[in-house]
């Protein structure tokens, strides 16, 4: 049966055939950068474990209930584990209660399944933990974890899991995909396959949300009509960003990395590097940034905004943060249609 995943169907065939029985694993691990697809594709494991009308051995019908309440998060027997709200990490209390709960016999399938996305948000006692699941696993449970990188995570973790390491797809690969499969024009599906960097979770969110693609434009626009402005212009959208607390850090991520990919497209120009570039429909403004600035420049400017965005998981100033990177921002005149305001 087709599982309806691009991209990863080595992953699709030996995920079937554990869920038809064969090595059966106790604990899986799927890797990769967000929006690649990692959940999509434990959830359809879980599918294939449970569904209660397979039209054969590690498939999933897809239409039974217990298929529709795993896609919405509902099956009885579907334990998530994630931040609670006002947290940015899996406490260790989350696993002791996650380890009652699979202490307990299945409550209408065959398998008791957690899932435990971006388990490199964990603390390191929850990680420890959860060891102990991992090392004495109750019958019938099936954990699921996924994590952006295994850096993020207890060795012994990695160890004791089936490892899925996800990848993009080419961006040919992706932008053909858009097109056969979501009715894309050529010229859009490129723009979000390159946009997307081959993740067909995000390119098909992109796709799925036009508004995505409008705010990233204006975005992008204000970050180019800004490069030419006064210091105290600059600070003025970092005031704007971080004027609601409680949106004001994921506001900043935002911007964070579409001034990122602005910057390592001007990298990749700068270095001569056969990559293919982000923001495709910048091109020539991409173009005349890198012939203002050197490779070491352009380097040293993706490494600030990369450190910028890894310091918005602490408890740092967003405003103060986002005028410090601006700080950075070299001062070029670009040709465009660009409006600050």
Not at 97 to 106: D, E, S, Y
Not at 291 to 303: H, I, K, M
Request: overall charge negative; charged content about 20%.
């Amino acid at each position: 049966m087709d599982w309806k995943i691009f991209g990863h169907e080595w992953a699709v065939n030996l995920l079937q055939k554990h869920a038809a029985g064969v090595n059966l694993r106790h604990a899986y691990l799927f890797v990769g950068p967000e929006g690649i697809g990692r959940q999509t594709l434990a959830l359809r494991f879980a599918k294939a474990l449970n569904c209660s009308a397979p039209p054969e051995p590690g498939a999933f019908c897809d239409q039974c209930r217990d298929c529709r309440q795993i896609d919405s998060l509902t099956y009885p027997d579907l334990t998530l584990v994630a931040p609670e709200e006002d947290h940015k990490d899996v406490l260790i209390d989350q696993i002791r209660a996650l380890q009652h709960t699979v202490a307990l016999a299945p409550y209408a399938s065959t398998y008791r399944i957690a899932l435990l996305p971006d388990f490199q948000r964990s603390t390191e006692e929850a990680q420890n933990a959860l060891l102990k699941t991992l090392e004495e696993p109750p019958d019938k449970v099936i954990l699921l974890l996924t994590a952006t990188a295994l850096e993020g995570l207890l060795p012994t973790i990695v160890s004791r899991c089936e490892v899925l390491r996800l990848r993009p797809a080419s961006i040919e690969g992706a932008q053909q995909y858009l097109i056969e499969n979501h009715g894309l024009t050529t010229e859009k599906a490129a723009l979000i396959a390159h946009l997307s960097g081959g993740r067909i979770g995000a390119a098909i969110t992109y796709s799925q949300e036009p508004d995505r693609l409008l705010n990233r434009q204006e975005q992008m626009q204000a970050f180019l009509g800004l490069l030419p402005a006064r210091r105290y212009e600059r600070f003025g959208l970092a005031k704007e960003l971080s004027k609601s607390y409680d949106a004001a850090r994921q506001n900043a991520a935002e911007v964070l990395s579409v001034w990122l990919s602005f910057w390592r497209d001007v990298f990749v120009h700068c270095s001569g590097a056969s990559m293919p570039l982000v923001n495709i429909d910048y091109a020539d403004q991409v173009a005349q940034a890198a012939e203002a600035l050197t490779p070491t420049d352009a380097r040293d400017l993706v490494v600030a905004h990369e450190t910028a965005l890894n310091q918005l998981d602490a408890n740092v100033n967003v405003r103060l943060l986002l005028e410090t990177v601006m700080l950075r921002w070299p001062a070029l005149s670009i040709s465009g249609d660009f409006d600050s305001n």
